[in-house]
């Protein structure tokens, strides 16, 4: 079956501008996750969703992040106001149940200029 | 403070060899997690553990988890080269609706032919 999938697969912005990174989960599953690593480090939890609602988004930097799942399947992250320190690929997880095994997706490689 | 710190970091090995990496947290936790990253891509799910004891193995590769002494390790028997990447453990902290998921920093692994 279909694994998850993000698109677009790289995204080039300028500093200041707006962004949305888009997550496919595997159907069926109800936990999904965002994560962003930089190069040399392990990935940094963003936040988690359990079905629709944002089960913790302690993770997200400031209030320029934010991330909806509006029908439990499909979540897009948005950042505003991009800054060169968002660059890092940006990764997105499912899991069959909270917290069970996640499948990672191939992730976004953002690059602000 | 929630930390996950592994060891080594780098480790270069010969085919044939076994090998431990190492995986310390410091907070109660009953879910541990181990990941394979190749150069590029994302993160591919090894092992999931989820008790006291917990034992797992798929090939060369066997996972353990003492939650008591707060650390796991990823045994590597009779290394080959195809065995080579970066492995990342992660370790869940469930607290009150403050849930997070923090990974370690990584241990590159090279196994020499």
């Known amino acids: 079956g279909a694994g998850v999938s993000q698109t677009p697969s790289n995204k080039v912005t300028e500093k200041g501008k707006y962004v949305e990174l888009r997550c496919d989960p595997i159907?069926?599953?109800?936990?999904l996750y965002w994560y962003r690593q930089s190069l040399g480090q392990g990935p940094e939890f963003l936040i988690y969703?359990?079905?629709?609602?944002?089960?913790?988004d302690s993770g997200l930097p400031n209030d320029r992040f934010f991330a909806v799942r509006p029908e439990g399947s499909v979540s897009t992250l948005k950042i505003q106001r991009t800054e060169r320190g968002d660059s890092a690929v940006y990764l997105c997880?499912?899991?069959?149940?909270?917290?069970?095994?996640?499948?990672f997706g191939p992730g976004t490689r953002l690059t602000v200029t | 403070e929630l930390k996950v710190e592994q060891n080594p970091l780098f480790l270069s090995m010969q085919e044939g060899k076994n090998y431990t990496i190492y995986c310390n947290y410091s907070?109660?936790?009953?879910?541990l997690y181990w990941y394979r990253q190749d150069p590029g891509k994302s993160l591919e799910s090894l092992f999931v553990?989820?008790?006291?004891?917990a034992v797992k193995q798929e090939g060369r590769l066997m996972a353990s988890l003492d939650t008591k002494a707060r650390l796991s390790t990823l045994h590597i028997t009779a290394a080959v080269h195809d065995l080579s990447a970066t492995y990342f453990c992660?370790?869940?902290?469930?607290?009150?609706?403050?849930?997070?998921?923090?990974f370690g920093k990584g241990t590159r692994l090279h196994i020499l032919p």
């Open positions: 997880a499912s899991s069959l149940t909270g917290w069970g095994e996640q499948y």
């Open positions: 159907s069926g599953h109800t936990a």
């Open positions: 969703f359990q079905g629709t609602g944002a089960a913790d």
């Open positions: 907070t109660t936790s009953d879910r």
């Open positions: 553990l989820l008790s006291n004891g």
């Open positions: 992660a370790v869940g902290f469930f607290m009150n609706r403050d849930d997070k998921i923090i």
